[in-house]
């Protein structure tokens, strides 16, 4: 009985790792190519399609809302929406990296950190739309490093 426990545990660690794995791959993905684009002073929200690729419907669809200038007053956000930063650190393009992933039911939890020294850190919650994994909402997570550790 017990190595049966164990077994099925063994294969629940391993499918979720699978599963984080392909989440966190989409997560970097995104992160490099927004960051491109943004680098290039392209806003993929407004400006094409592309983005359909990487984030939700329905995200997308509240985003461009907010962006409306119709709506602008309504729904200001000072900082980019996916960064989460009112700058681009000068190093991030060639150092970003998926430091941790978290699953639960709701979404997977990709943690992108961006700077050499990995000082600033997004939370991708990342869900599968027509069977692609897609950003749903990003969060901002401030690391502080353990002093103990170094």
Known sequence: ???????????????????????????????KWY??????ERY???DGAEI???VTVETLKRLRHAQDPRFADDE???????LKSQDIGEDWTKHLSVIA??????????????????N??????????KGVWKVQSVARQKISENELLK
């Open 120 to 129: 600033h850190t997004v939370i991708d919650c990342m869900v599968k739309e």
């Open 76 to 82: 200001f956000y000072d900082a980019d929406l996916f």
């Open 44 to 46: 993929p929200i407004t």
């Open 101 to 118: 992933s978290e699953y639960d039911p709701i979404c997977t939890n990709i943690y992108v950190s961006f700077g050499e020294k990995n």
């Open 35 to 40: 960051l491109a684009q943004v680098t290039a």
């Open 1 to 31: 009985m017990k190595k049966i426990i164990i077994i099925a545990a063994l294969i629940t660690c391993s499918a979720q790792a699978k599963y984080s794995d392909t989440a966190s791959q989409a997560a970097l993905k995104f992160n």
């Open 52 to 54: 359909e690729k990487y």
